[in-house]
């Protein structure tokens, strides 16, 4: 399946169920103001370009209020990234984290078949957590004939030391995250970070798909 934007990803996980930001897609910095009112402030504007490692670039960044909104889309629509011109913004809600999780599916060609990493070291590259924490990464290999148990889920949601609402919720989210991933014939589908906010709900803050 071929790499798609993050508004396309992030609209398959909700409509499977996935909580995800309110986000709106815009072309210019005018059309930027107008979704960040809609969404609400504080947002994060992103390119809307179907490659990773985006904020590396300075391609996401944050805005509080309208100028700032402004001044960032104007100085993102300017960019390419990894080569890429970019001429849509992604303009979504910024949630209040407090905690960031990373949980992946994808096709391991060595086992033939899919695995689940997940590590409670979310934000950040999984080859920078395998480099600082690899005592943090979960890898749990998927039979593709029986597909994912919801035991299953919910042992790798144990193993990231969560508990009670969070341990519901990352389970929830692993279990559904796979069957999107099988559904739509996926490579590779990542959350990262899972984002626990401080109200204690649990939304896919960026994905890879």
Known sequence: MARVLESIGKGLLK???????DFAIAD??????????EVGYPVVLKALVAVGKRGKAGAVKFAGN??????IAIEILKMKVHNFPVERLLVEKKLDIEQELYVSVTY???????????SSKGGVDIEEIANMYPNKII?????????????????IAKA????GKELQQASAVIWQLYQVF??????????????ITSDGEMAAAAILM
Do not use: M, W
């Open 108 to 118: 391991d060609s060595s086992q033939r078949k899919p695995v689940i990493i997940a």
């Open 160 to 163: 990231l030391g969560l508990n």
């Open 66 to 71: 309208e100028e700032e909104t402004q001044q």
């Open 182 to 195: 099988e559904r739509y014939d996926a490579t590779i589908l990542e959350i990262n970070p899972l984002a």
């Open 139 to 155: 890898k749990t290999p998927v039979d593709p004939i029986k597909g994912l148990y919801r035991y299953q889920a919910k042992e």
């Open 28 to 37: 210019t910095p005018e059309r930027a103001c107008k979704a960040a009112d």
């Open 15 to 21: 409509k499977n169920g996935i909580s995800v930001p």
